[in-house]
């Protein structure tokens, strides 16, 4: 499930950066849910929770979040941090 939610979250990350509007849960399972064989730069900002702790070592950009799409060959482009509050 969790597999599976991700994938439909990636799907719907890049489909938004790529500008195409729809996206059914036929797609999401007939989609290549592990990665690309080219990679796929996104750009974000990040709204930075000042009261959130990352585990020892990670960060905003270093963290398991940024290594499963890495994984997949999906590369964020961090353009901007800004606090949340």
Do not use: C, R
Not at 43 to 57: N, R
């Amino acid at each position: 499930m969790t597999k599976k939610l991700l994938s439909v979250l990636m799907i719907t990350v890049l489909v938004m950066t790529a500008g195409i509007s729809s996206v059914t849960a036929e797609s999401v399972d007939e989609a290549d849910k592990y990665g690309f064989d080219e990679p796929v730069y996104i750009k974000i900002g990040h709204a930075i929770d000042p009261t959130f702790e990352y585990k020892e070592g990670e960060d905003v950009g270093h963290n398991q979040w940024v290594y499963l799409y890495q994984d997949h060959n999906i590369m964020p482009v961090i353009l901007f941090d800004v606090d949340a509050s």
